[in-house]
């Protein structure tokens, strides 16, 4: 496959477009090549994740080749069985920058990559802001000003991010009880869209399809689980701590860390002043830069105007999707266990329970013989020696120990006179 780059400044995007170039590679090194290490701290899997995967030339999928321009990178349905990511090389490669100016957001892909490192802190966080004058969109709604403002941050998404959402993808379609693709937050969120005062829903509607209208970007298609969930991954490698979360404490410090507010007031949700206390994952937020996989997190949460549904998904389908992630992605059959989910409202959610792996046993394998071992070869108890202590009135134990041993008697101590 003709693939030239990626021209940036991140590890990751060098470490997979290496992989991408040699055409295959195992699942654990592709996590590798994301993470930088693998398996993380805080993540155990179980068993070898040894499944290859192949990188071909998006001409060789079967996806419509007039989308060519718009899609980045493809996975073919799983009933074909095909562990391939279809990398669309005339938008990606560097090498054709004409086709790559029709694709969203892959405008500026190398622009970003080449300026943010000599953006002061908190500069970057402000250009986003600028699309609301393009877009047309007041400062009425805080929704839609979230979603416009971090529509501008799409643009730019590395190959890491590209490869990893369809590695996600990947996963997700061949599970046929996969939790993501069963879409339980965006049916929530309908639902829950669905109860409003028919006058407010119309309303919403309206500024919804204007928003649409004016950035071209279906914004609930980010709302998705499968969408959420391959965001959350990248945002778990973009996050570039020493661990991934173990607790939903963790989670939700982690998720705020990359630039995802978190509601404030909840009820029964750990403050503001608990996540600070997660020190470990405090290295992004003060930078003020909004990747782009947490931009998109932004505009799907924001898509129906709702603060309840956002808070909805923090304190419901957050840890869920994660657990899911770290279970069946990650293969670490913890995951829910770690989330706080007991098996009892596993079952109550028809959620299979993960498989744990089962403690060695020291029984002997089927089939293997036993040997007799003849007594007059076991081994044989040794007497028990004893050593009296000078000048020192001796034991029961002793006198029962020199009586058995039979030891002769020692000659008397001469005494100095």
């Not at 002043?273 to 290295?283: G, H, N, S, Y």
């Not at 947490?294 to 657990?323: C, H, M, Q, T």
Request: proline content about 9%; some cysteine; charged content about 20%.
């Amino acid at each position: 496959m003709l693939f030239v780059g990626p021209i940036s400044f991140r590890k990751q995007d060098d470490r997979v477009g290496k992989l991408i170039h040699r055409g295959h590679a195992t699942e654990a090194e592709l996590l590798e090549a994301q993470f930088g290490m693998w398996p993380m701290p805080g993540i155990k899997p179980v068993g070898a994740q040894d499944r290859v995967i192949f990188f071909k030339d998006f001409l060789e999928s079967k996806a419509n080749k007039l989308l060519m321009p718009f899609v980045m990178a493809h996975v073919n349905q799983p009933d074909d069985a095909d562990d391939t990511i279809y990398i669309n090389s005339l938008i990606v490669n560097p090498a054709a920058p004409v086709l790559a100016s029709f694709a969203q957001r892959m405008i500026l892909p190398r622009l970003q990559a080449l300026v943010t490192p000599f953006i002061p802190a908190g500069t970057a966080a402000h250009l986003g802001y600028a699309g609301l004058a393009v877009a047309g969109i007041s400062f009425i709604s805080p929704f839609r000003y979230a979603m416009v403002s971090s529509y501008m941050r799409t643009w730019g998404l590395s190959i890491c991010d590209i490869v990893g959402e369809q590695l996600i993808y990947m996963n997700q379609m061949r599970n046929p009880n996969d939790l993501a693709t069963q879409g339980r937050f965006f049916k929530a969120a309908e639902a829950f869209a669905k109860k409003r005062h028919p006058v407010a829903s119309a309303f919403n509607e309206a500024g919804h399809i204007a928003d649409m209208a004016t950035t071209g970007t279906a914004y609930k298609y980010y709302t998705q689980d499968p969408q959420l969930q391959a965001r959350l991954h990248n945002l778990l490698v973009r996050g570039g701590w020493d661990k991934l979360p173990e607790n939903r404490l963790e989670l939700y410090a982690a998720v705020r860390d990359m630039g995802i507010p978190y509601p404030k007031g909840m009820k029964d949700m750990p403050t503001a002043k608990e996540l600070d206390a997660q020190t470990i994952f405090e290295k992004n937020k003060q930078t003020g830069l909004v990747v782009p996989p947490a931009a998109e997190v932004n505009i799907g949460l924001n898509a129906y105007y709702s603060k309840e549904i956002i808070e909805i998904f923090w304190r419901d389908y957050l840890p869920l999707l994660y657990a899911d992630l770290v279970v069946n992605k990650y293969k670490d059959p913890t995951g829910y266990a770690k989330m706080g989910f007991s098996s009892e409202e596993l079952k109550a959610m028809n959620i299979p329970a993960p498989i744990m792996p089962e403690p060695k046993s020291q029984e002997p394998l089927r089939g293997a013989r036993v040997l007799e071992i003849p007594e007059e070869l076991k081994e044989q108890p040794k007497p028990v020696k004893v050593r009296r202590r000078p000048f020192a009135v001796p034991t029961s134990q002793e006198k029962n120990a020199s009586n058995t041993e039979q030891a002769p008697p020692r000659p008397p101590r001469a005494f100095p006179t």
